[in-house]
């Protein structure tokens, strides 16, 4: 039998019973303290079939925290129009994450996770600045794309700390229109607002 | 001998170690795990020397992570000229704490370690909401009052965990002038921007 990494066909219901209880406990106790093992009796599985499905712990990490959304269809959408009406479309897009059941689970479980773990934190930082927020300031074509997409990116991380982490109570409770009416000027303003004195890195 | 609690005369250097060695541990470990036996190991110190000084676990948490600076005197100088050039006030202060060496330290532990625990997440949300932001929108004068202060919050916390827990390259290497300059208009945002649709909380 060949054990392939990422999820094969078959099992579907394991995978997703993995899954889930993989969320649950990073969030829960982070990177390095939550076990294989200890996922595994979760999800009432053998814990060789994590293994079997997923791969390695950190391969596990990666697919439970995996954005539930294409990020290129993402990217397109918020960029793909041009400048113009940019902020509205990130907001809209964003706050679609944020207020969503389980994608708001998804972002602030990594958050949660990459508190207490540098793997984790790399994985999170991956996940909202190099596959989707600097994609979509490059493709717009503006001075300083990273440092832009990462201020954004504040915004956003901050967002999932304030409403999920330290439950800020009007945050926890506001209303998703609310915040993306908010935002829009916010996101256009790191798109456009001039830079000059940041020294671009090379990193 | 009467045990008080919080600090007291003497010992400022013994009381110096814990502290450091509380904010390190409390960080790195998260307030559950973290011990006071490991804290106290940390410090070199004898376990009771903890309980002598600072009382509770919880009690050497809150003042390990006390603001290093005066809060009634941080609310005077941002709010206290009114709301004209509020968001520059706000940003000076705020990027100050942020990119002071103690005061980053101070903010980053406590919200790392507000990811880990309940107890710690509320500490964090009052040092930074209650204590600060809830008086400054409050002393202004504007509506919704609690929101604005939660969404400065969330701009403000985003950049610790940008900064300091994911590392975004460019966000962990900007120069202080140039998030001082950037967040100038969006804090006046937050300040001004119609929330007309949002509930007010009664929390």
């Known amino acids: 039998m060949t054990l392939r990494r990422g999820p094969r066909g078959g099992g579907e219901d394991t995978q ?9 406990l990073f969030a829960a106790r982070g ?5 294989l093992r200890a996922i595994a009796a979760d999800a009432g599985v053998d814990p060789r079939l994590i293994a079997h499905y997923f791969g390695t712990k950190a391969d596990l990490f990666v697919a439970a925290f995996r954005f539930p959304f294409d990020t290129t269809a993402a990217v397109e959408y918020v960029a793909g129009p041009g400048a113009e009406g940019f902020g509205g479309r990130l907001a809209e897009f964003s706050t679609g994450i944020l207020f969503g059941e389980e994608s708001s689970r998804t972002m602030s479980g990594l958050i949660r996770a990459a508190a207490s773990h540098p793997d984790a ?3 999170a930082r ?3 600045v190099s596959q989707l927020l600097l994609p979509v300031a490059t493709r717009l074509g503006v001075s300083h794309a990273p440092l832009r997409a990462e201020l954004m990116g504040t915004q956003i991380a901050g967002f999932v700390v304030g409403r999920y982490i330290l ?3 009007h945050v926890a409770t506001v209303q998703r229109s609310v915040v993306s009416a908010a935002w829009k000027p916010v996101f256009d303003h790191y798109l456009t607002v001039p830079l000059d004195c940041a020294v ?3 990193l």
Request: net charge negative; no cysteine; glycine share 0%.
């Open 167 to 169: 439950q800020m109570p």
């Open 121 to 123: 934190a790399q994985i």
């Open 31 to 35: 990177f390095e303290d939550a076990s």
């Open 16 to 24: 997703a019973k993995i899954l889930d209880a993989a969320r649950a």
């Open 126 to 128: 991956e996940r909202l």
């Open 200 to 202: 671009p890195q090379e």
